[in-house]
């Protein structure tokens, strides 16, 4: 395997992608990840110089919305599946600021 | 040791609220207060399955400010995803642009008492606002109101041009004219409707590179901003001064504690792994669209200044302070257009309303009357409908409560009397009354006569026209 | 007539006509199911209750005269991962076990208005995630035509309902061949439109950059029947298309003279099942009995297609998954210390290791350092697959070859190796990459009897090529239903 992927990276995916997990899935999230790399790694076989990289298909554009109220109160409809709700408000765990 | 002499390197980001009517990416209002999450939909909730649609006007203001700034408009931009955890966020991503922002390259001239210089504008872009953390003390977690998720910003990245606190504040103030100018947004900072960042670092003068910055975010007067930048100053000198390094850190500035505070946790990595977003299309402004913007911006300061010299014969003073607000502009000329003699305008605004507003702590742009009533109080004075005193007195109520003062003087009964037969007899009686007046009077006191005035004016109830007491008066003695 | 055995098309005839009920059609669904489904599980929420409410309303409008479309009264069954409001939307996870959305996706009310009643909603992958419905939270859906195999995925619910008769059609939707694979591994009929056709509004996103909602139906005349009624420009998705060509089935002509047909030669080399190669050359032979012109050709790049795609569609579901936080609606874990810790646990108990691999793969493609040499490189990649079509297609009308190398495996023989997984994918995810449409059309069984599929691939906006050649191709052989196959 050509991408050894190491705790730290595991650790640190972890982070971004707000992952936890127990020390026998990091081993094979390690061992998953280093496969999916080295077989990424084949897109390397290509010369892609001077090619832009393509992330629309086809030329759709300027697709806009009129400046104009169109939304009444969302409040319930926002709030119905809340895991945690106060005073028509999301509840969380505190955060640090505000 | 030869004391080292350091000079302050400063780059702003500013976040401005477009005053749009509804959010960036859904029919949303932007409308403030409201009941937690009243102003939401399950776009700006971030429900599964729902798309974001940009809101045309959000492009156009963008735009209109890039122009207002010396920029060069990308032609061809995209919006990108912004991935970072924080539950004022709905989706956990801002759709913000980091690749292809809409303006790039731009400078805007400021003056401080050093002179003038221009501050580099190194982009701006178009971004959605987050929701509002609210701290619940009870039951001691946080509660979020999404209101404000999704309301259009655009953030205005300076280059580091600026060495104090005064350039600083000298830019946003011509950053908010600008935009005021163009109503893209009221730039309040009080409100929000305007934010800095503050990025800063030290270096010895003379030095080539820059220092380590760091960013300080909550500063939300232009006192604050100034204190921080002192504050930050300081403790990066002392730092260097000790033989330790600055961190490039994100700090929070407490404005009760004067101080800064790391925001550091292993939990907040600063990779926000932007892309493309594939929800949103790219943006291609075209060259006519780009004409259109252009020849809809509006008159700028300079300009405007320009032509009040040649158009009102009113004094330079007073066109700089009328001009310094967008809204007192539009107020003057909209008074004026209405039939008003330019300098009698002009005098009720540089005296009665910067009086008024100062008393009230307020801007110009919270002023809330209309150039009508101000129109009608001026003409009711012109008329002789009211003497200069009532004209105050009814002033202040048009200030407070924009009423209409044709319809207050009539209620209340403040029209100056003009009958000159009541008028006579008032100050016959006065005369009668104060004999010693009268006496001193010819005996060339001519203060006497003021001391009658003022009798009569009472007896009047403050409605008489002070020419035609005098001369009745005079008449009389 | 027994009633399960009707098309789509033909059931709405035979219910205008008042030779059946909507109500005796929904009965006979929702009995099949009764019957089918503790085995099969295609199904994550049956609403019987709502269905018979529907028909009755549908009943009426229908008998006023109100509707009198081809889909009017006719049960359907909808692919978990589409907002149905107040009706669960799991995608298949434990994170969403308990949503209810607040609105319907757009593609969904379409056929609504159409007059189509929901019956309930699919077994998937766990969104979207797989290619065999197994990686659902809810059990696997298992192939109607022998309960050992798999269904195929990741609308394996879908497309084993269809077969299995619990519906008279379904939605699916396609990402790199969630719609199109399934459909040959059941033996039904799989459409992935053109990229921009079908609102993708209330569609949960996977890949939104390759995600696309289209039927899985019986027929191929149903088959255009459907998305003719939920083809049309949204506003409220940004990448939809205003495209006036929706009228698809002016298509249905048994006609393919002329039509230059490409059979690239890299579809048929090393790891193609012989049984599944000679069905599709025979599917080829017979469209050019028909009078189509049929030629191998090279089509370059097939080799890159899967891990252009997986990083493309890795990266953008690790964004699209943020969402799912314990915040706002959904799964939230039990016990926890501070935000952060929430976050982590209640992702980490909510989405399966699937998810879970694939988020990680995306958010380290995205993360600084590794952006350009493995997401900017796929987005490259992907220009070249473009371009590579782009010129198949000014020669040929049509590319034709199968949907996938094998018929459905095993239960339990794929999960195993995820890598191994991701290659089944080989034929149909360059379609998703271009943003092309695609059919899957059944066209013969195995020695063990299972389905294969044929698949037709168009260049962008050509789907009337696609169903014109799907429907000589099915009037000429027949279709293979369970039901058919059984007569024959
Ligand atoms: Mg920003
Ligand atoms: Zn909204």
């Known amino acids: 395997m050509a991408n050894i992927i190491s705790d ?36 390397n076989e290509l010369d892609t110089t001077g090619v832009e990289p393509m992330s629309h298909v086809f030329p759709v554009q300027n697709v806009f919305r009129e400046d104009v109220v169109t939304n009444g109160d969302g409040s319930a409809d926002a709030l119905k599946n809340a895991p945690g709700m106060k005073d028509n408000m999301y509840k969380v765990p505190k955060t640090f600021d505000k | 040791m030869a004391q080292k002499i350091y000079e302050t390197v400063i780059g702003l980001e500013v976040h401005v609220e477009l005053a749009t009517k509804t959010k960036i990416f859904c029919g949303c209002s932007t409308e403030f207060g409201g009941a937690p999450n009243s102003h939401t939909c399950p776009v700006c909730t971030g429900m599964p399955g729902s798309l974001p649609v940009l809101n045309k006007q959000v492009l156009e203001y963008a735009v209109a400010v890039g122009l207002a700034t010396n920029c060069n408009i990308t032609q061809y931009c995209k919006f990108d995803r912004k991935n970072y955890f924080y539950p004022d966020n709905p989706q956990n991503y801002q759709i913000s642009q980091l690749y292809l922002p809409i303006c790039r390259n731009g400078h805007v001239e400021i003056e401080t008492a050093a002179g003038k210089k221009n501050v580099g504008i190194h982009e701006i872009h178009m971004e959605e606002d987050a929701g509002k953390l609210i701290h619940d003390e009870w039951e001691d977690c946080s509660l979020v109101d999404y209101n404000r998720s999704g309301v259009p910003l655009i953030e205005i990245v300076s280059e580091p041009d600026m060495r104090s606190a005064d350039e600083v504040i000298a830019y946003l103030e011509k950053l908010r004219l600008l935009i005021q100018y163009l109503g893209a947004s009221d730039c309040k900072l009080q409100e929000g409707s305007m934010r800095a960042d503050v990025n800063l ?214 029209k100056t009397v003009n009958d000159e037969g009541a008028l006579r007899k008032t100050i016959e009686e006065i005369v009668a009354a104060n004999p010693q007046s009268v006496e001193d009077y010819h005996n060339g006191k001519e203060k006497a006569i003021g001391f009658l005035v003022g009798q009569t004016m009472k007896a009047m109830h403050g409605k008489a026209d002070p020419g035609m007491v005098n001369q009745i008066l005079k008449e009389l003695l | 007539m027994n009633i399960l055995a009707y098309s789509a098309v033909e059931l709405s005839t035979a219910i205008k006509e008042k030779k059946i009920t909507v109500r005796e059609a929904v009965e006979a669904v929702l009995d099949q199911i009764d019957q089918k489904d503790k085995t099969l599980n295609c199904y994550v929420t049956v609403d019987s209750a709502k269905a018979y409410a529907q028909a009755e309303e549908i009943q009426k409008k229908i008998d006023a005269g109100e509707l009198a479309g081809p889909l009017a009264g006719v049960p359907v069954a909808i692919k978990d991962n589409m907002c149905t409001k107040d009706m669960l939307t799991t995608c298949s996870s434990k994170i969403l076990g308990n949503f209810i959305p607040a609105f319907t996706a757009e593609a969904v009310e379409r056929l609504q208005a159409a007059g189509a009643v929901i019956i309930g909603k699919t077994n998937m992958d766990e969104f979207a995630m797989g290619s065999t419905t197994e990686t659902s939270a809810f059990g696997v859906t298992r192939n109607p035509w022998n309960t050992e195999h798999v269904p195929g995925g990741s609308s394996g619910g879908s497309a084993a309902a269809v077969a299995a008769e619990e519906c008279f059609f379904a939605l699916g939707s396609d990402t790199g061949g969630s719609i199109r ?179 990680m793969l995306g958010a380290f493609v995205l993360s600084s350092g590794y952006f350009d040499a493995y997401y900017l ?77 044929l698949q037709l691939i168009g260049d962008c906006f050509q789907e009337k090529k696609l169903i014109q050649a799907a429907y000589t191709y099915e009037k000429t052989c027949g279709g293979f239903s369970i039901a058919a196959e059984r007569e024959r």
Not at chain 1, 28 to 34: E, P, T, Y
Not at chain 2, 223 to 246: F, M, N, T, W
Not at chain 2, 261 to 275: G, P
Request: aromatic share 8%; proline share 5%.
């Open chain 2, 201 to 414: 670092s030290i270096r010895e003068m003379g030095a080539p590179e820059f220092g380590t910055r760091t960013e300080m975010k909550n500063l939300n007067s232009f006192k604050a901003i100034a204190h921080a930048i002192d504050g930050e100053r300081a403790r990066q000198i002392e730092l260097l001064e000790e033989g330790k390094a600055v961190i490039q850190e994100t700090r929070r500035w407490d404005d009760n504690k004067e101080y800064s505070y790391a925001m550091r946790s292993k939990e907040d990595a600063q990779d926000y792994r932007y892309f493309p977003d594939p929800d949103l299309t790219p943006i291609v402004v075209s060259d006519e669209w780009l004409s259109e913007i252009k020849a809809k911006q509006p008159e700028f300061r300079t300009e405007k200044i320009a032509r009040y010299q040649k158009e009102f014969d009113i004094p330079e003073y007073d066109i700089d302070i009328i001009t310094s607000s967008k809204h007192m502009a539009d107020l003057f000329e909209a008074t004026v257009a209405l039939g008003r003699e330019p300098k009698k305008v002009s005098n009720w605004l540089m005296v009665e309303t910067m009086r008024l507003l100062k008393e009230n702590m307020m801007d110009p742009e919270d002023i809330k009357y209309s150039p009508e009533h101000l129109a009608a109080l001026i003409k009711l004075v012109d008329d002789k409908a009211i003497n200069g005193s009532v004209a105050k007195e009814v002033f202040e109520v048009v200030f407070k409560e924009d009423v209409d003062p044709v319809q207050y003087v009539e209620e209340h009964g403040l």
């Open chain 3, 377 to 453: 490189k796929a987005l490259r990649t992907k220009a070249l697959i473009k371009k590579a079509f782009d010129e198949a297609f000014t020669k040929y009308d049509l590319i034709l070859g199968p949907v996938a190398p094998t018929t459905a495996p095993v239960l339990g023989s794929s999960l195993s190796d995820p890598l191994k997984m991701y290659l089944g994918d080989i034929y149909t995810i360059a379609v998703n990459l271009a943003g092309l449409p695609g059919i899957s059309v059944p066209c013969g069984t195995d020695k063990a009897g299972m389905p294969i599929g």
């Open chain 1, 8 to 43: 730290e990276t595991i650790e640190y995916v972890g982070i971004l992608a707000k992952l936890e997990l127990s020390p026998e899935e990091k081993e094979q999230a390690k061992k998953d990840m280093g496969s999916m790399l080295d077989y990424i790694d084949k897109l």
């Open chain 3, 181 to 359: 694979q399934p459909a040959s591994y059941c033996g039904v009929v799989g459409l992935k439109p053109t990229y921009g056709t079908v609102s993708r509004y209330g569609l949960i996103a996977y890949g939104s950059s390759l995600d696309q909602i289209g039927p899985l139906t019986k027929t191929v005349t149903d088959c255009a029947t459907v998305l003719e009624t939920i083809a049309a420009h949204d506003s409220k998705d940004s990448t939809s298309v205003e495209r006036e060509d929706t009228d698809f089935t002016k298509a249905l002509v048994e006609d393919v003279s002329g039509m230059k047909i490409g059979i690239p030669r890299d579809y048929f080399g090393e790891g193609l099942d012989s049984d599944v190669k000679t069905a599709v050359l025979a599917a080829a032979e017979t469209l050019k009995q028909k009078g189509a012109i049929v030629e191998e050709f090279d089509l370059p790049l097939v080799d890159y297609a899967i891990p252009c795609y997986y990083t493309i569609a890795a990266a953008e579901a690790s964004s699209n998954l943020e969402r799912f936080d314990g915040i706002k609606y959904g799964y939230r874990t039990e016990s926890y210390e501070g935000l952060h810790n929430m976050y982590k646990k209640s992702r980490s108990e909510g989405f399966g290791p699937e998810v879970k691999r694939r988020i």
